[in-house]
């Protein structure tokens, strides 16, 4: 297959996975552009409770991503059975660990209070976290699903759900933010309740259709786990976790920069939110194409075919460097207009202005980093990844954000200057390390 051919199946591939990571990003967006008319104390309170549910819940979000690569590389082999049996290790993995996120997140509303953030946004964050735990499991059980159809390269059903749940979403968002139809008004809490009811809808449909399309009969989704396969579940959990923690620290990082900005205020804190939020949909788009890349490496690995490898894993990145470079114009372009959707206040606003003009400039490197992971997840090295997004993230990024942010008194930009220098950092590692790493896949043994 030539190169040609690669980056048109990768666009394929990637544009109804962009549309459904999208789908997922905008829940949020379509939240804060809601709960912003009803003023920045509950929007400053959405972005440190969103910062603090994706830092716990992404965990289990990169435990799930652990079939793609493994349904991926059993298809290119012809093993279609292994599929099914992949999909429902993968249920049972992920069912368990979800019980601990939720733990996890109902015990951390109760640490809010300690962050130093202003108390009108503490008020409002500590029920609007709580309300969201009820939404852990459903999603995990969305993305685990959502995963099977993406390792087979069947995207477009779980964007079609996501598509859907974004209608919803703004329904039951109008009835209990605002309290229309007789409903309570009841804010912030009313978005994290019409979120749960949102997830809990998504799972459902997707669980649905795989147990009854005909197309999918072939791979044997219907659950069975007998006998279980506890190499299987190891294997699912050795590349998963890693993967898991990754996006873990990734999150961890801008979740840590929401908290040292809401040190400098409520603006600025509306302000990071509001240009986060902007940043996130080009980051959920690049995601598809990290996923395609996952696919698409995963199933020429599966084939024993080097030169595909290489060719669907650099197509990928390329692809990825470019639309980012486009996203970055844009964003500088009407820096001064997209922080008017979410809000009036001329403070926000002004600094949220500032703050996109960074994020035009970590575009490409954010491009890099997403498909990078993406690309060497299909090789199933997740282990090597995981101590680069370490180092460049909490010893450099962390660490460059604080000097610049407070002890140079650059405020919320200094910040962002230090998440530009981590994601560049981790970017440009990534793509080396798949260079290298393709280029010895069959001569040497697996790190």
């Known amino acids: 297959m030539t190169l040609r051919k690669h980056i048109k199946e990768t666009v394929r591939l990637a544009l109804p996975i962009s549309v459904g990571q999208l789908g997922h990003v905008m829940l949020g967006v379509v939240d804060s552009l809601m709960v912003g008319r009803i003023g920045s104390a509950s929007l400053a309170a959405a972005s440190l409770v969103n910062g603090i549910f994706f830092l716990i819940i992404v965990i289990g979000i990169g435990l799930s991503m652990a079939a793609t690569p493994l349904i991926a590389i059993a298809k290119g082999s012809d093993e279609f059975d292994d599929c099914g049996k992949i999909l429902n290790h993968s249920l049972v993995v992920n069912s368990i660990f979800s019980i601990v996120l939720m733990c996890g997140t109902f015990g951390f509303s109760f640490l809010i209070p300690y962050l130093n953030q202003p108390d009108d946004v503490v008020r409002l964050a500590v029920p609007y976290l709580q309300v969201l735990t009820l939404s852990v499991f459903p999603f995990i059980l969305f993305q685990t699903h959502r995963q099977f159809l993406e390792g087979l390269s069947l995207p477009k059903p779980p964007m079609y759900v996501a598509i859907f749940a974004n209608l919803l979403n703004a329904f039951l968002n109008w009835l209990f933010i605002f309290g229309n139809f007789g409903f309570p008004e009841w804010g912030l809490f009313g978005a994290g309740i019409a979120t749960t009811i949102t997830r809990s809808t998504m799972a459902i449909i997707l669980f649905y259709y795989i147990l009854n399309s005909n197309k999918l009969k072939i791979y044997k989704p219907a659950f069975n786990i007998k006998p279980l396969d506890f190499p299987l579940i190891n294997k699912i959990i050795s590349i998963g976790l890693p993967s898991g923690l990754q996006y873990f620290l990734e999150v961890a990082t801008f979740a840590f920069a929401a908290i040292m900005v809401g040190w400098l205020g409520k603006t600025q804190l509306a302000a990071h939110q509001i240009a986060l939020n902007l940043a996130s949909i080009t980051y959920m788009i690049i995601l598809g194409i990290s996923a395609a890349g996952t696919i698409r490496v995963g199933e020429a690995l599966g084939r024993k075919s080097l030169i595909q490898i290489r060719r669907a894993g650099f197509s990928a990145l390329g692809l990825a460097s470019v639309l980012m470079f486009f996203f970055g114009i844009v964003f500088i372009l009407l820096r001064n207009f997209f922080p008017t959707l ?106």
């Open 342 to 447: 979410y809000i009036n206040e001329k403070e926000v606003i002004d600094v949220a202005s500032k703050l996109l003009i960074i994020a035009a400039l970590f575009q490409i490197f954010d491009g890099l980093q997403a498909t990078g992971i993406g690309i060497l997840r299909g090789l199933t090295d997740t282990k090597i990844p995981l101590l680069i997004s370490f180092a460049s993230y909490w010893l450099v990024g962390i660490p460059v954000s604080i000097i610049l942010g407070f002890y140079l008194k650059l405020g919320t930009i200094g910040i962002w200057i230090g998440l530009l220098t981590g994601l560049a950092l981790v970017g440009i590692t990534l793509s080396f390390r798949f260079n290298n790493k393709s280029n010895r896949i069959f001569t040497s043994d697996q790190e």
